[in-house]
């Protein structure tokens, strides 16, 4: 069963930073995209950033602040954040989009979520 394990949230205080790491495990599959999502209460979950081979997405909230990163040897992605603000402060979830050995078709990996708190 493939499983995505999230780590590196917590408490920051604004202009902080903080590393989200994210790994998947569970057998053999071929990843497309990997990404981080978040949602804050009373919002919807939205696109944080997302990478694909070399190619990366980043929301506008975010852009110039966060970097997205991925080992593919180790099946993990990053998520740096930097100049944190407190509007930052959701649940952030890890997704991946894989195609397990012997199917056809990808599909959507979810992780638990880990919490980030900025304070003013």
């Known amino acids: 069963q493939v499983q995505l394990v999230e780590s590196g949230g917590g408490l920051v205080q604004a202009g902080g930073s903080l590393r989200l790491s994210c790994a998947a495990s569970?057998?053999?599959?071929?990843?497309?995209?990997m990404g981080w999502y978040r949602q804050a209460p009373g919002n919807q979950r939205e696109l944080v950033a997302a990478?694909?081979?070399?190619?990366?997405n980043y929301a506008d909230s975010v852009r110039g602040r966060v970097t997205i990163s991925r080992d593919n040897a180790k099946n993990t992605v990053y998520l740096q954040m930097n100049s944190l603000k407190p509007e930052d402060t959701a649940v952030y979830y890890c997704?991946?989009?894989?195609?397990?050995?012997?199917?056809?078709?990808?599909?959507?990996?979810w992780g638990q979520g880990t919490q980030v708190t900025v304070s003013s």
């Open positions: 997704n991946m989009r894989a195609r397990k050995s012997g199917r056809s078709y990808f599909t959507d990996y």
């Open positions: 569970g057998g053999v599959f071929v990843i497309s995209t």
């Open positions: 990478i694909s081979g070399d190619n990366t």
